[in-house]
Every structure is written in C-alpha cells, then in structure tokens.
C-alpha cells in the first residue's frame, strides 16, 4: 500500500508544529527544577548568606557562632545551594568577559538622584541587601518559594508567583507613566 501524502504535491504535505523554542526550554527548566528536589531538595539562594556569615564568625568567634542558634540551625556554607551562588557568580563573570565587546545597553536610570553609574549601582546594592534580609526575615527567598514551589505543585506558591508578577507588572506600568 502506497503512502497517500506521498502523492500530494510538498505544498499541500502538513507536518506537526514543532513546539515554540520558549516552551520547549520551559520543559527543560521544569524537568531539571524536579530532578535538583529529588536529588537535593527544594532550591533558593538567600541561606547562602547566614551560612557564609556562619562560617566567617565560626573562623573569627567560634564560641558566639556556636551559641547562636540561627547560625548553627542554617549549617555548613558547603551545600547545592552555595555552588548554585558560586555557578551565578562565575556565568556572570564569564558572560561579562565572552560579549565585552558588544556594546552595553545603556543604565537605566530609574530614580532622580540615580546621577551616575556609581550611584546605581550603589542603590542596586542597597535595594539587593534589603530584599535579602526581608527573605531571611521571612524564613526563604521569593524565587525559591516560586520555583520550587510551583514545581512542587504547591497552592500558596502559585498565588504567591501570580501575586509577584501581578506586583512587577503594576509597579512598571507606575513607573512608566510617572517616567512620562
């Protein structure tokens, strides 16, 4: 038995969509959050902090560290989340050095006294330290609550991830229209 799509001119021969590329790295991305939980537990990148703040004041104080039950509840620096921070810090490096010729899109600068690149980064700074104690206040980082939450399949993290972008999105369009 002959196949009847050979017979059909290639213009009127279908093949099935391939997948958008965002979907199909969606997938990867998902597929890779579920096996890091399986393999290590959930992911985020605030407890990095206290546990290297732990090991600096376990090398200087060794009593205090000891006695401190916040130091001693968070452990060791060494864990899958430290070379997480590690694998940011060095991507970011070497992106920086692989496309050092490509012309950097200019700073934005968001806030009137943002007057130079010093002052932003400064501010970013300032704003990064702030979001990072108000994660540990809270007992865990947003994105880990998002990511590994939502790929646990968990109610909150979900309405939280909406609640987060439906934030963003409604903060950029303040900004847009007071930028006006």
Not at 71 to 97: A, D, H, N
Not at 109 to 137: P, Q, S
């Amino acid at each position: 038995m002959t196949n009847p799509s050979a017979a059909l001119p290639a213009a009127e021969q279908h093949t099935a969509p391939s997948p958008p590329r965002w979907a199909m790295l969606g997938a990867l991305f998902g597929f890779l959050s579920a096996a890091s939980i399986a393999l290590f537990g959930p992911i985020g990148v605030s407890g990095t902090y206290p546990r290297f703040v732990g090991a600096v004041l376990r090398a200087i104080t060794p009593e205090y560290a000891a006695a401190n039950p916040y130091l001693v509840k968070m452990g060791t620096v060494v864990t899958p989340e430290t070379m997480l921070v590690i694998g940011l810090l060095i991507g970011g490096f070497l992106s920086s050095r692989i496309f050092a010729g490509a012309k950097a899109p200019a700073v934005d600068r968001v806030h009137a006294r943002e007057t130079t690149d010093a002052r932003r980064y400064v501010d970013a700074f300032v704003g990064g330290f702030l979001i990072l104690f108000g994660a540990r206040l809270a007992g865990g980082c947003t994105s880990g609550h998002i990511i590994s939450g939502m790929t646990q399949l968990a109610v909150s993290s979900t309405i939280f991830a909406a609640a987060v972008f439906a934030g963003g999105i409604g903060t950029a369009k303040l900004i847009t229209a007071w930028r006006a």
